[in-house]
């Protein structure tokens, strides 16, 4: 089992920043790809970004690709979602989730266990 707890979330300005941590408890964190999520209202979960178990291999949206950086700590068991240039339309409830696999995973059947999310809130 694992448990995932999310926090730094908030209202920000548009161009603003936010960074998001998901720290993780439970079983091997390091042997796990991440990821994260966000859900708009009224729109489905999308995926945003995810990074391997090692930390080597990193995959993003095209909606975020430059903007957002996902990072791990497999020493703190924590990874992390650096968010820059925010916009409104990035305004969601942001989810942590924790793969079933190694490599990185873009589709939410790639993960076993999520976090109970973060709301992102952007003002224009």
């Known amino acids: 089992q694992v448990q995932l707890v999310e926090s730094g979330g908030g209202l920000v300005q548009a161009g603003g920043s936010l960074r998001l941590t998901c720290a993780a408890s439970?079983?091997?964190?390091?042997?796990?790809?991440m990821g994260w999520f966000r859900q708009a209202p009224g729109k489905e979960r999308e995926f945003v970004a995810a990074i391997s178990a090692s930390g080597g291999s990193t995959l993003y949206a095209d909606s975020v690709k430059g903007r957002f950086t996902i990072s791990r700590d497999n020493a703190k068991n924590t990874v992390y979602l650096q968010m820059n240039s925010l916009k409104p339309e990035d305004t969601a409830v942001y989810y942590c989730a924790a793969g079933s696999r190694r490599a990185v995973v873009r589709t939410s059947d790639g993960y076993a266990y999520w976090g109970q999310g973060t709301q992102v809130t952007v003002s224009s």
């Open positions: 439970g079983r091997t964190f390091s042997s796990n790809s």
